[in-house]
Protein backbone atom coordinates (compact mmCIF):
# COMPACT_ATOMS: atom_id res chain seq x y z
CA UNK A 1 0.00 0.00 0.00
CA UNK A 2 2.65 2.57 0.78
CA UNK A 3 4.39 2.00 -2.78
CA UNK A 4 0.54 2.99 -4.38
CA UNK A 5 0.91 6.26 -1.90
CA UNK A 6 4.15 7.38 -3.70
CA UNK A 7 3.54 5.79 -6.97
CA UNK A 8 -0.40 7.68 -7.64
CA UNK A 9 1.32 11.60 -6.65
CA UNK A 10 4.45 10.44 -9.24
CA UNK A 11 1.67 9.30 -11.75
CA UNK A 12 -0.73 12.31 -11.85
CA UNK A 13 2.38 14.74 -11.74
CA UNK A 14 3.42 12.72 -15.51
CA UNK A 15 0.01 13.16 -16.59
CA UNK A 16 -0.08 16.81 -15.95
CA UNK A 17 3.17 17.40 -17.61
CA UNK A 18 1.71 15.86 -20.79
CA UNK A 19 -1.35 17.84 -21.05
CA UNK A 20 -1.31 20.43 -24.04
CA UNK A 21 0.17 23.97 -23.17
CA UNK A 22 -2.71 26.68 -24.02
CA UNK A 23 -2.14 30.28 -24.25
CA UNK A 24 -4.06 32.92 -22.11
CA UNK A 25 -5.50 35.91 -23.62
CA UNK A 26 -4.90 39.26 -21.90
CA UNK A 27 -7.69 41.58 -22.57
CA UNK A 28 -7.23 45.39 -21.54
CA UNK A 29 -9.49 48.17 -22.72
CA UNK A 30 -7.16 50.25 -24.61
CA UNK A 31 -4.32 48.34 -24.30
CA UNK A 32 -2.61 45.39 -26.93
CA UNK A 33 -3.83 42.01 -26.22
CA UNK A 34 -0.97 39.41 -25.71
CA UNK A 35 -1.83 36.44 -27.47
CA UNK A 36 -0.21 32.94 -28.73
CA UNK A 37 -1.50 31.58 -32.15
CA UNK A 38 -0.31 28.66 -34.59
CA UNK A 39 0.12 31.64 -37.26
CA UNK A 40 2.79 34.05 -34.92
CA UNK A 41 5.28 32.90 -32.96
CA UNK A 42 4.81 31.20 -29.76
CA UNK A 43 6.21 31.30 -26.42
CA UNK A 44 9.53 29.50 -26.00
CA UNK A 45 10.51 29.76 -29.64
CA UNK A 46 14.24 30.81 -30.63
CA UNK A 47 14.98 33.65 -32.58
CA UNK A 48 15.96 31.55 -35.38
CA UNK A 49 13.21 29.37 -35.59
CA UNK A 50 10.91 33.00 -35.62
CA UNK A 51 13.39 34.01 -38.46
CA UNK A 52 12.86 30.65 -40.29
CA UNK A 53 8.74 30.28 -39.90
CA UNK A 54 8.00 34.63 -40.32
CA UNK A 55 10.69 36.07 -42.17
CA UNK A 56 12.52 39.05 -41.73
CA UNK A 57 10.90 41.39 -39.04
CA UNK A 58 10.15 45.15 -40.61
CA UNK A 59 12.33 46.41 -37.68
CA UNK A 60 14.16 44.89 -34.99
CA UNK A 61 14.54 47.23 -31.68
CA UNK A 62 18.26 46.32 -29.58
CA UNK A 63 17.55 44.84 -26.49
CA UNK A 64 17.30 46.55 -22.86
CA UNK A 65 17.94 46.25 -19.28
CA UNK A 66 18.70 42.89 -17.54
CA UNK A 67 17.69 40.10 -18.41
CA UNK A 68 17.93 41.64 -21.91
CA UNK A 69 14.41 42.12 -23.84
CA UNK A 70 14.11 42.96 -27.42
CA UNK A 71 11.71 43.55 -30.03
CA UNK A 72 11.07 42.69 -33.23
CA UNK A 73 7.96 44.51 -35.16
CA UNK A 74 5.69 42.67 -37.91
CA UNK A 75 3.24 44.16 -40.21
CA UNK A 76 0.55 42.88 -37.48
CA UNK A 77 2.27 42.17 -34.49
CA UNK A 78 5.47 42.69 -32.41
CA UNK A 79 7.51 39.87 -31.15
CA UNK A 80 9.20 40.10 -27.54
CA UNK A 81 12.46 37.95 -26.50
CA UNK A 82 14.42 37.32 -23.28
CA UNK A 83 17.65 36.84 -24.92
CA UNK A 84 17.00 34.65 -27.91
CA UNK A 85 13.51 33.20 -26.74
CA UNK A 86 10.47 34.66 -27.47
CA UNK A 87 8.28 35.61 -23.99
CA UNK A 88 5.61 37.35 -26.07
CA UNK A 89 3.65 38.24 -28.93
CA UNK A 90 1.23 41.26 -29.10
CA UNK A 91 -0.95 42.09 -31.50
CA UNK A 92 -1.61 45.57 -32.44
CA UNK A 93 -5.50 46.97 -31.32
CA UNK A 94 -6.42 48.23 -34.80
CA UNK A 95 -5.49 44.86 -36.25
CA UNK A 96 -6.77 42.64 -33.75
CA UNK A 97 -10.53 44.39 -34.39
CA UNK A 98 -10.96 43.69 -37.87
CA UNK A 99 -10.40 40.08 -37.32
Given at each position: ??????????LLA??????????????????????????????????????????????????????????????????????????????????????
Open positions: MSILRGFLPCLGLITLPVSADVLLIDGEPRVVERADQPTRGMHERTVLSRFGEPGTRHDAVGEPPISRWDYNDYSVFFEGPFVIHTVVRKEVSESR
